[in-house]
């Protein structure tokens, strides 16, 4: 398992590699989809829900988190006919972006879902990824809940104090300053974080144990 | 002296692999009590006026310290200096009647940083600061992993810290899902897996409920090195200190066995101790 | 700002992946010289605060809103190696952990944000405070205008990108696309600026010694100069470029000459038929120019009130313990 202060052996575990490499798989499947490929579309969604139908995964789940992501997908694939023009074949090229996208996309939420985050980062590491990288990512992985509780309110504390006003000046303004309170606050405990590594030995080496 | 941006600081000397601790440095198996000697300590962050002013006492292998003070006294920034984490970077040399740290007799230099830190273990005031791993158990291993130990004994001294604290069964929990008392006392096991001869704890009493006051207190009772612990909370005082040091606005304004400070009421009420 | 899968060709994002990582792998490498063990706290920190950073919305019209990028913002608190890493793993996490991005685009995304963003990001704004005043004010006023640079240059690099992955497609028109792009980035660019040159001055006045300083030992006066350099023509590229097709018969004549003309290459004949068609409808040659204008002069005014001198108050060392 990963972590900011021991590296795990450079074990590579067969499931998780197998897992990583088939999901990767499936959004090179899908990139090189075209408008044309109807049969190889449909096979290739068919194999995506199935496995996410065997991850867990409900319809209803499924079809909420696409419906966030298909209006993003859609914004990016409408700059296509947007800027070449509304016909049918640069209609088309649009549909295959969002198609392809969506591959993409559900394939990336059945390797989150069967493939934790810890036997993510010791999979890279296996694969050569540095030390200081894998380090690095648990340390923010670390923190990032507790900076995120801090920044939700920060915000519940701004939506209180501009509900009067709402005026835009004012909210950029708030929100500058949430994003610099969190700039000192996060450099001010890295390096207390720093300061309570030094007192325990470190000296910038990542030491390996299981 | 003044704490420098990071970039500041010198460039380590080389990046070959991680340096063990040569068989005279490695740490003993039972711990021998530490001696300090703080000597005319003045310090002052950059551009700022002093936080510690002509500092000086001295403690003995064993002796168990409680430092008072009100907040603002500088008794965090004088916690740092026991642990060469101040002045940042430590400086390079110590002539024999300069004023600064002496651990151990060890003067607080760069070159002495790790000897010193393996010698006093330092409790910060925040957990979450201090309590970087990702598991408890995990976080408990990074001091022994510094060591140089093998992997058996580091998992000898995890199991052992987490057994002093009441911890058993926490070796797998995620550090994020921790209550405060369960939080302090697995940064105390920690520093307990290093093994030090002194315990310094900052502020380690804050804001915890009775049970986990009591739980604590225990605990720092069974420890037998010297103790010097920076509080406000005058029973655990009273319990755990034989002798208390007042700081107030950077200066030692008393020194002295705890019967005696904690029934000087005028003493107390001058430097904001009691109500 | 940060693309999904589908829009550009596999073979572009493998490519861009490949530069990516030797760019990132550099910075890695770098990063023992400059922050030695404060290495995996402070990098750490700094995405994670990113991360959290672009949650807080910045609203722009009904509906929508705006967020901070963070790339300038981290290498002027970490340096360009550290900052490069950090929004490496900034979007690591936001595919791996929120499913967030593409993976392929994982590419191109870090080249565009991670690269052009944080290292060139912290060359262009290191060369500008060099120019204003290595102060306080002068870093302000770098960080605002490298903020727009780097998000302007982002988008064309990545419509360069798309334009390579139709590169099999006669009928694609890159000026308009191009036009496109740079109109919206234009708008993104200078929310950036705003937010980035903002938050550090807010750092600034109170903290100013959190924020990055460059080793002083580094004394090579030459690569800031190709710096300056490099950042010069990116933005000269940027405006000028659709000026040229106003003497295409100059620029034809000229690329009659060049041997490579025979060449046929496709990146080649995209080149060579991007004048032809800017040339053809005038709108999106005045887009182009129109965005790079309105950017400019909106962003110098942020950098003049930003850059405004600044009163620092008295204020405590980073951790410095309170009591």
């Known amino acids: 398992?990963?972590?900011?202060?021991?590296?795990?052996?450079?074990?590579?575990?067969?499931?998780?590699?197998?897992?990583?490499?088939?999901?990767?798989?499936?959004?090179?499947?899908?990139?090189?989809?075209?408008?044309?490929?109807?049969?190889?579309?449909?096979?290739?969604?068919?194999?995506?829900?199935?496995?996410?139908?065997?991850?867990?995964?409900?319809?209803?789940?499924?079809?909420?988190?696409?419906?966030?992501?298909?209006?993003?997908?859609?914004?990016?694939?409408?700059?296509?006919?947007?800027?070449?023009?509304?016909?049918?074949?640069?209609?088309?090229?649009?549909?295959?972006?969002?198609?392809?996208?969506?591959?993409?996309?559900?394939?990336?939420?059945?390797?989150?879902?069967?493939?934790?985050?810890?036997?993510?980062?010791?999979?890279?590491?296996?694969?050569?990824?540095?030390?200081?990288?894998?380090?690095?990512?648990?340390?923010?992985?670390?923190?990032?809940?507790?900076?995120?509780?801090?920044?939700?309110?920060?915000?519940?504390?701004?939506?209180?104090?501009?509900?009067?006003?709402?005026?835009?000046?004012?909210?950029?303004?708030?929100?500058?300053?949430?994003?610099?309170?969190?700039?000192?606050?996060?450099?001010?405990r890295g390096h207390r974080i720093h300061r309570a590594m030094l007192a325990r030995g470190w000296d910038g080496h990542i030491r390996p144990w299981p | 002296?003044?704490?420098?941006?990071?970039?500041?600081?010198?460039?380590?000397?080389?990046?070959?692999?991680?340096?063990?601790?040569?068989?005279?440095?490695?740490?003993?198996?039972?711990?021998?009590?530490?001696?300090?000697?703080?000597?005319?300590?003045?310090?002052?962050?950059?551009?700022?006026?002093?936080?510690?002013?002509?500092?000086?006492?001295?403690?003995?292998?064993?002796?168990?310290?409680a430092l008072l003070g009100p907040s603002g006294a500088g008794k965090s920034t004088l916690l740092l200096h026991l642990n060469a984490l101040l002045p940042d970077p430590p400086p390079a040399d110590f002539e024999t009647d300069s004023a600064g740290v002496l651990i151990d007799g060890l003067p607080a230099t760069a070159q002495n940083a790790n000897p010193i830190r393996r010698r006093v273990g330092l409790l910060f005031q925040n957990p979450e600061d201090q309590l970087f791993g990702s598991t408890v158990g995990r976080d408990v291993a990074f001091g022994p992993l510094n060591l140089g130990l093998d992997a058996a004994e580091v998992q000898a001294r995890v199991e052992q810290a987490l057994n002093d604290v009441g911890l058993d069964e926490f070796a797998d929990r995620d550090t994020v899902r921790l209550s405060l008392g369960e939080r302090k006392r697995a940064c105390l096991a920690g520093v307990l897996a290093c093994q030090p001869g002194c315990l310094v704890l900052d502020e380690p009493f804050a804001n915890l409920d009775p049970?986990?006051?009591?739980?604590?207190?225990?605990?720092?009772?069974l420890f037998n090195g010297t103790l010097l612990l920076a509080t406000h909370d005058l029973d655990a005082v009273r319990e755990l200190a034989d002798r208390i040091l007042v700081l107030d606005d950077g200066r030692l304004c008393a020194d002295g066995p705890t019967d005696t400070i904690l029934q000087d009421k005028q003493l107390l009420t001058q430097h904001g101790l009691v109500a | 700002m940060h693309i999904p899968d589908g829009l550009l060709d596999t073979p572009v994002?493998?490519?861009?992946?490949?530069?990516?990582?030797?760019?990132?792998?550099?910075?890695?490498?770098?990063?023992?010289?400059?922050?030695?063990?404060?290495t995996v706290p402070m990098t750490g920190m700094v995405a994670a605060l990113v991360f959290a950073g672009q949650m807080i919305n910045f609203p722009v019209t009904a509906g929508t809103s705006g967020h901070l990028i963070g790339g300038v913002l981290a290498a002027r608190l970490l340096g360009p190696w550290a900052g490069c890493l950090a929004l490496t793993l900034v979007l690591f996490v936001q595919k791996f952990l929120f499913n967030d991005g593409g993976l392929l685009a994982l590419g191109p995304n870090v080249l565009h944000m991670a690269v052009i963003g944080s290292l060139g990001g912290y060359a262009i704004q290191s060369?500008?405070?060099?120019?204003?005043?290595?102060?306080?004010?002068?870093?302000?006023?770098?960080?605002?205008?490298?903020?727009?640079?780097?998000?302007?240059?982002?988008?064309?690099?990545?419509?360069?990108?798309?334009?390579?992955?139709?590169?099999?497609?006669?009928?694609?028109?890159?000026?308009?696309?191009?036009?496109?792009?740079?109109?919206?980035?234009?708008?993104?660019?200078?929310?950036?600026?705003?937010?980035?040159?903002?938050?550090?001055?807010?750092?600034?006045?109170?903290r100013p010694e959190l924020l990055y300083h460059p080793p002083a030992s580094s004394g090579r006066p030459w690569r800031r100069t190709l710096a300056a350099g490099l950042a010069t023509a990116v933005v000269v590229a940027l405006l000028l470029s659709p000026l040229a097709s106003s003497a295409p018969d100059g620029l034809e004549a000229a690329i009659q000459h060049?041997?490579?003309?025979?060449?046929?290459?496709?990146?080649?004949?995209?080149f060579g038929g991007y004048d032809q068609v800017l040339g053809n409808e005038g709108w999106e040659s005045w887009s182009v120019v129109l965005s790079g204008l309105i950017g400019t002069l909106v962003v110098f005014g942020i950098?003049?009130?930003?850059?405004?001198?600044?009163?620092?108050?008295?204020?405590?060392?980073?951790?410095?313990?309170?009591?």
Not at chain 1, 92 to 113: H, Y
Not at chain 3, 14 to 20: H, K, P, Q, R
Not at chain 3, 24 to 35: A, E, Q, T, W
Request: hydrophobic residues 50%.
């Open chain 2, 211 to 221: 049970r986990g006051r009591r739980r604590l207190s225990d605990i720092l009772t």
């Open chain 3, 258 to 270: 060049s041997e490579l003309r025979a060449a046929e290459t496709p990146s080649l004949s995209l």
């Open chain 2, 1 to 65: 002296m003044a704490l420098i941006p990071a970039a500041r600081l010198a460039p380590p000397p080389n990046t070959s692999p991680p340096p063990t601790p040569s068989p005279a440095e490695r740490p003993q198996a039972m711990t021998t009590a530490v001696a300090i000697e703080v000597r005319r300590l003045t310090f002052a962050y950059s551009g700022g006026s002093n936080v510690l002013t002509d500092v000086s006492f001295s403690v003995s292998p064993g002796e168990r310290i």
């Open chain 1, 1 to 188: 398992m990963a972590d900011p202060i021991s590296s795990p052996p450079r074990v590579l575990s067969a499931a998780a590699f197998l897992k990583l490499a088939a999901s990767l798989g499936i959004v090179l499947l899908g990139c090189s989809l075209s408008w044309d490929s109807w049969p190889a579309a449909g096979a290739l969604l068919a194999v995506t829900f199935a496995a996410l139908a065997f991850a867990g995964f409900t319809l209803k789940a499924l079809a909420r988190r696409l419906a966030l992501f298909l209006p993003v997908i859609t914004l990016v694939a409408i700059s296509i006919p947007l800027s070449q023009g509304f016909t049918a074949s640069w209609m088309q090229l649009a549909g295959t972006v969002i198609i392809r996208g969506a591959v993409s996309f559900l394939a990336g939420l059945w390797l989150i879902r069967v493939l934790p985050f810890d036997s993510l980062l010791s999979t890279l590491y296996a694969l050569r990824l540095p030390a200081v990288v894998v380090a690095s990512l648990a340390m923010m992985h670390r923190y990032l809940f507790v900076l995120w509780e801090e920044t939700s309110r920060l915000r519940i504390a701004r939506k209180a104090r501009c509900l009067g006003r709402q005026n835009r000046i004012a909210q950029w303004m708030a929100g500058i300053g949430m994003v610099g309170m969190l700039v000192i606050r996060s450099l001010d």
């Open chain 3, 303 to 323: 950098a003049l009130v930003l850059g405004r001198p600044l009163e620092t108050t008295p204020n405590p060392a980073p951790g410095a313990p309170r009591g």
């Open chain 3, 127 to 206: 060369a500008v405070a060099r120019l204003a005043g290595d102060t306080i004010r002068g870093r302000v006023v770098g960080v605002v205008v490298a903020s727009w640079i780097t998000v302007m240059a982002a988008a064309v690099l990545c419509s360069i990108e798309f334009a390579i992955s139709q590169a099999t497609n006669p009928d694609f028109q890159l000026g308009r696309f191009l036009a496109l792009m740079m109109l919206f980035h234009s708008l993104i660019g200078i929310g950036e600026s705003l937010i980035s040159g903002g938050v550090i001055r807010f750092v600034a006045t109170r």
């Open chain 3, 13 to 38: 994002c493998l490519v861009t992946g490949g530069i990516s990582l030797a760019a990132v792998g550099y910075s890695v490498h770098r990063l023992k010289d400059s922050l030695a063990d404060r």
